[in-house]
Nanobody, 119 residues
Framework: QVQLVESGGGLVQAGGSLRLSCTASGSIFRINVLGWYRQAPGKQRELVARITSGLTSGLSTNYADSVKGRFTISRDNAKNTVYLQMNSLKPEDTAVYYC?????????WGQGTQVTVSS
């Protein structure tokens, strides 16, 4: 069984910063992809950023166009933890942010953490 526990959401003013963390526990293959998705009210869940484990061909990251240059994803493999540093936040970044782990052909999801950016 795999569990993902997120933390770090909250309320911030536009232009501010937040850092999200997600720690995975359980039976996790070392080769995996960790990522963050978000879902705003009335919208579909969308990819924000993801990062590979780096164990086969080096660390690789990709970002949604809307967050490039503002958000940075990173991971600590020893702790099975992924981080999302969010800077220059905008009201349109308001959403529930979900941690995702893809491993051995299966997706796992965290419970979500609310990020609210006020204008």
């Amino acid at each position: 069984q795999v569990q993902l526990v997120e933390s770090g959401g909250g309320l911030v003013q536009a232009g501010g910063s937040l850092r999200l963390s997600c720690t995975a526990s359980g039976s996790i293959f070392r080769i995996n992809v960790l990522g963050w998705y978000r879902q705003a009210p009335g919208k579909q869940r969308e990819l924000v950023a993801r990062i590979t484990s780096g164990l086969t061909s080096g660390l690789s990251t990709n970002y949604a166009d809307s967050v490039k240059g503002r958000f940075t994803i990173s991971r600590d493999n020893a702790k099975n933890t992924v981080y999302l540093q969010m800077n220059s936040l905008k009201p349109e970044d308001t959403a529930v942010y979900y941690c995702n782990l893809w491993t051995a052909g299966t997706d796992y999801w965290g419970q979500g953490t609310q990020v609210t950016v006020s204008s």
